[in-house]
């Protein structure tokens, strides 16, 4: 199987990310780092726990990561995930502590000793992945590759043109953009496409298996904003779910490298991913010459049904 870790800020959809690395027969999840955005970072740190003890793997190393952003406080997201970051599913605490050590070290620690090169999913803000990359370069020499959640190439969720997990931590953004290892890029144009159909995400509530059921109670729930209960036979997107399945299954989306820059600056356009789909060079080119963008592997299609199969077949399965 292709070792990976997972960098979330679980967050409903990071749960259901976290459901499928645990089950999927082809990957080997090896730790989950905690990093402040949906919700808190500890509040993170104990919907994890809690999910990873749901899914029936009580001892994949959890630890706790970033309070904030680089330069800015944090802005969770709870008019999507709830209070707790969850959905407010009234989900048991959990009945372990996270690792001793911090979410760059325990990085640090599994990247470097993985027999084999390791696959980072990062599904939220990168704030600990930029901490990392500058506080042990070294590890890039033992990463496969980097696929993270985050960016859009059309329209953002955060703003009009950023996506959250960019827009939350721009700068942290950019410094994996230039990692120096192949990334690539799930993001919102192909995120949002994925939806398990409503009678699936039923069939799923009514497992008798905890995790198969809480992915289910997962799908179903509506942003927190949006208020009331789901609908019996809702369908229900699989969000950061959705970069797992670009790892277990590459041939189910269509990318291109292009090059891709954060931007910055302050104002309408800050954490927006300008990715460059253009022909040929244009008048800023021309005059101020090339300017040297990092080459990503951004998700252009994705193959809707292929991604939801993948997912009910993994997940409702028994606990490994
Ligand atoms: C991203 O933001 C978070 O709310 C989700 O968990 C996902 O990672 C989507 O923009
Ligand atoms: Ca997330």
């Given amino acids: 199987p292709i070792p990976v870790i997972i960098d979330c800020d679980t967050g409903v959809d990071d749960a259901l990310a976290l459901l499928l690395a645990v089950r999927h027969p082809g990957l080997d999840l090896r730790a989950v780092t905690c990093v402040a955005g949906n919700t808190d970072v500890d509040g993170v740190v104990r919907n994890t726990l809690t999910v990873l003890e749901q899914a029936g793997a009580p001892d994949i190393p959890v630890a706790r990561g970033a ?3 680089l330069l800015e406080p944090a802005r969770p997201a709870r008019h999507v995930h709830g209070t707790d970051g969850m959905g407010d599913l009234g989900l048991p605490a959990p009945t372990r502590a996270p690792a001793a050590v911090d979410a760059v070290t325990l990085l640090h620690r599994e990247i470097l000793a993985s027999p084999r090169p390791v ?4 599904t939220a803000p990168l704030t600990n992945i930029a901490l990392l990359l500058r506080s042990h370069p070294e ?12 960016g859009a190439v059309a329209t953002g969720n955060a703003t009009p043109v950023a996506e959250f997990n960019v827009w939350h931590d721009p700068e942290a953004a950019a410094i994996l953009l230039t990692a120096g290892v192949p990334i690539t890029m799930y993001g919102l144009d192909v995120f949002q496409q994925v939806v398990v159909p409503g009678p699936e995400v039923h069939r ?3 497992s008798a298996e905890p995790g198969t059921r809480l992915a289910g109670e997962l799908l179903a729930h509506r942003p927190t904003s949006q208020g009331g209960p789901p609908e019996a036979e809702e369908a229900g997107g699989l969000g950061d779910a959705g970069a797992v399945c670009a790892v277990a299954d590459p041939q189910g989306i269509t990318t291109r490298l292009l090059p891709v820059e954060v931007s910055l600056a302050p104002g309408p356009s ?4 300008v990715v460059d789909r253009r022909p040929r060079p244009g008048e800023s080119e021309i005059h101020e010459g090339r300017r040297e963008h990092a080459l990503v592997d951004v998700a252009l299609e994705v193959d809707v049904d292929r991604y939801v199969k993948l ?10």
């Fill in 204 to 206: 799923l509530r009514a």
């Fill in 67 to 69: 309070e904030r952003p």
């Fill in 311 to 320: 997912y009910l077949e993994t997940v409702d399965r028994a606990a490994p």
């Fill in 119 to 122: 696959t980072l999913i990062p």
């Fill in 270 to 273: 800050r954490g927006q991913t």
């Fill in 139 to 150: 590890v890039t020499r033992n990463i496969e590759r980097i696929v993270f959640m985050g």
